[in-house]
């Protein structure tokens, strides 16, 4: 062997970051050298493929093993096969066992020659039809921990001195790996990170509004104590309830009570995930795994790691993907997409739905095996109308919340303003509440709500300002009156009512309908409901 090459290799080598671009630089350096047939490279990894590999029975450990990473050598043979392939009986071998496990195991370098018998290969026939002559091992080795092994197969004579020069080629080899490999792993963690930014800033608005459980109804006294029940625990938790009934917020303070409050919690809500796209969000990809895989990505898996991971929506993942997601949480281990190496993971799952999941699984739309492993703990969240007298307590919190947003005073919730919102159904339940409270913050008077509950729905209310009855309310109605002989709004008002408080919202933001500060986001509607109603209505944006 060359030494002015091999060191040649050792540069090129050095500059390499992944440690999939050092592996395969070393290979194909040394099958540039005189006489070389094939190098590959096998490094110590967890036992993967027990089930199904096939020297499983003779592997002593049945934990590690050592996996192909690295293979470049072509055929002598007319065809001019090669053997870059990572695949095949050679993928796995048992440390301890031929040669190259022998090696593994003991960090000791071996060098034969074929007149030593052929009983040291695996394929001597192989052997005899390349030419092979020789065979050097060397240990890579990193502050004296076995990383892996380097093989290489000659057609010539490896004589003393070369392989004392791949003695040293090994060693440099062995750093460069072990470097690469803590470059990935900084950059895992920064992945990693800014990930956990990024779902954290997500969730940000979620826990600032929700920092605690509101309410003492005997309802949440309940939720409360299962919650303190089960948080201790390690055990999944199914958490069900009506849409905008808080399940994050129950999640969140499971998380928060038990042993991985420290760690992440990463939610992920699966019916906003493209099937198509569901293993890469869930279990991450490799670059180029598929169209638009620029870069490696870590998954929510991952990034969940030590902590808790929320399937928020879990009812909504299609039938044909629940098996992928039902083996990774069996098994703490998972592949990403576009890569054999297999990753495993410590994370406490917790899932949400407002869908009735037993009835799932009878009418055949979600699998029995992955809906007894979620519903290890059932949590039931109560409907609003179920628990009326958190709702005075709740819509305190918000006001307060949406006071300290602006530095100024609370509006005051009058007893008029309590009642109407007690004697509301809220089909949207916490969620419904909150962008009631907050829109009739901002469309009232620094100290006064202009409270109005959904047009012509049972309990509406409404005050002087936007939403209120006034002398030139349209069709200039004749009004019932309360207790108190202020007029009670009638359909028509509240309609009118309505028409002001989007043209106000219009003008307030600008004209803007959607995006942040918009006139949908101060009414509390969705951008495309809003659309429709000023097209119902005959309201034009002011110009």
Known sequence: MDPTLLQRVSLDVARARSSTKVLDR??????????VALARIWLIGPGDQCRTCAVAPTCPERTRCLHLLASSGGSQLPGALRWDTLDGRFRRLPLGKRKVGRI???GRPVLLHIDAGDDWLADPA????EGIRS???QPLMF????????AVFSRADIEQECFGWLRTFADQAAVAIANARAFEQVERLRTQLELERDYLREEFDLARSHRGLVGDSPAM????RQIAMVAPTEAPVLILGESGTGKELIATAIHEASARASAPMVRVNCASIPAELFESEFFGHKRGAFTGATGDRAGRFLVADGGTLLLDEVGEIPLELQGKLLRALQEGQFSAVGSDQVQSVDVRVLASTNRD???????GRFREDLYYRLAVFPLEVPPLRQRRGDIPALAQHVLKLVASRRNGP???LRKRDVAALVAYDWPGNVRELQNVIERAAILGSSDRLALELLPGSAGSASDSGLGAAGAGSAGGSDHDTDRDGEPIPTEADRSAAFVRDIQRALQRAGGRVSGAGGAAELLGLRPTTLTSRMKTLGIERPR
């Open 126 to 129: 192989w052997a005899r039809a």
């Open 135 to 137: 065979f050097a091992g």
């Open 357 to 363: 999941l037993r009835a799932e699984v009878d009418a």
């Open 221 to 224: 006294v309940e939720i409360q």
């Open 143 to 150: 502050r004296d921990e076995v990383l892996g092994v380097l």
């Open 104 to 106: 593994g195991q003991t």
């Open 26 to 35: 070393i290979v194909a350096g040394i099958e540039q050298q005189d006489g």
């Open 410 to 412: 609370s509006p005051v």
